[in-house]
């Protein structure tokens, strides 16, 4: 039997992200109404370098929970990294994921928590008439480091 949970963050693993973009790749039509959030925690270096990694192993499990509380079973979360994280919903959940790590953000636990977060759907006019799950993905990873940026710009005058 084949582990389909990550043990740390109870998300879906790596393995089971794989299984399903295959899925995605030799059934396009799903796409159509999929959107894909990537979601990476910001400054993990500096928390395990600064505050250790028990609180670095915080920051990811904090990360997971806050995306789990805005996703319920509206979707899939699955951990693809270290401290990155891809979502699959019916629809685009980036305002609500935000507006939830703001708040958990404000819950000070003695380390700055932070996460990047970037979506993407298909768009016909951009993809053509036959989505493709890659195209996808690299939308929202795009959108993510835009927003990373964004992040460490506003942060850089308090770290």
Not at 58 to 67: G, S
């Amino acid at each position: 039997v084949v582990a389909v949970t990550d043990s740390m963050t109870r998300a879906l693993n790596r393995n089971s992200y794989e299984m399903q973009i295959a899925h995605l790749e030799n059934y396009p039509a799903d796409c159509r109404k999929l959107w894909i959030t990537v979601c990476d925690v910001n400054f993990l270096k500096l928390i395990n370098d600064n505050y250790g990694h028990r609180k670095g192993d915080d920051a990811i499990i904090r990360c997971v929970d806050v995306i789990i509380s805005v996703i319920g079973k509206k979707g899939r979360v699955y951990r693809t990294g270290g401290d990155e994280f891809v979502c699959m919903t019916s629809s685009d959940i980036t305002d609500k994921l935000k507006e939830a790590i703001a708040l958990e953000a404000q819950n000070y636990k003695g380390y700055p928590f932070s996460v990047a977060v970037g979506a993407s759907c298909y768009h016909a006019a951009e993809d053509g008439s036959e989505p493709n799950i890659k195209v996808i993905l690299e939308r929202s990873d795009k959108e993510m480091y835009k927003d990373k940026d964004r992040i460490k710009k506003e942060m850089s005058g308090m770290m």
